[in-house]
């Protein structure tokens, strides 16, 4: 059995405008929200044997801030496709995830996260907010998922502990 975990990138920073938005870093409650949410998903003793983010900063600061939280010890593979991506483009990412890997964690952006999330089962989420994370188990191949091929195990978001 196979766990996919969707996590979308904690808030960001717009104090300076100048900054394009691939390059914007996390803000305060970004930095607070993802350990508050990093120490929930230790709760749910699901070990990741693979973290893949979107290239922008903010999606790289969120993974880094998980790993680190969670112990993850490996690199986290960097995929500027699903930076802006589509749910198309990141499903098109997760079907080529090597099934040597059981447990892997998908840190990327809105709206294709929330698109995403409700193809991959039958349960509707309106909106995957800023650090919030959706956890789903597969019985098949990476390769193989598709529309309502996941299980929902759980979502979560940062609202829930504050």
């Known amino acids: 059995m196979k766990k996919l975990i969707l996590l979308r990138h904690a808030k960001s920073s717009w ?25 929930a998903f230790l709760n749910r003793n699901i070990k990741l044997d693979l973290i893949i983010s979107s290239g922008a900063k903010r999606t790289i600061d969120t993974a880094k801030a998980f790993a680190e939280a969670l112990g993850f010890r490996s690199n986290i593979l960097i995929k500027d496709e699903l930076y802006e991506g589509s749910s ?28 995403l999330a409700n193809y991959l089962s ?18 098949k191949n990476w390769f193989a998922i598709k529309e309502k091929s996941c299980s929902f195990l759980f979502f979560d978001c940062p609202k829930k502990y504050l």
Do not use: W
């Open 15 to 39: 104090k300076d405008l100048s900054i394009n938005d691939f390059d914007r870093p996390l803000n305060k409650r970004g930095n607070r929200d993802v350990s508050i949410m990093a120490n």
């Open 88 to 115: 198309y483009e990141i499903l098109n990412c997760i079907n080529q995830i090597d099934d040597i890997y059981n447990n892997v964690l998908i840190v990327c952006h809105n709206p294709g996260i929330t698109n």
């Open 122 to 139: 039958d349960f509707l989420i309106d909106n995957i907010p800023t650090t919030g994370i959706v956890g789903f188990s597969i019985e």
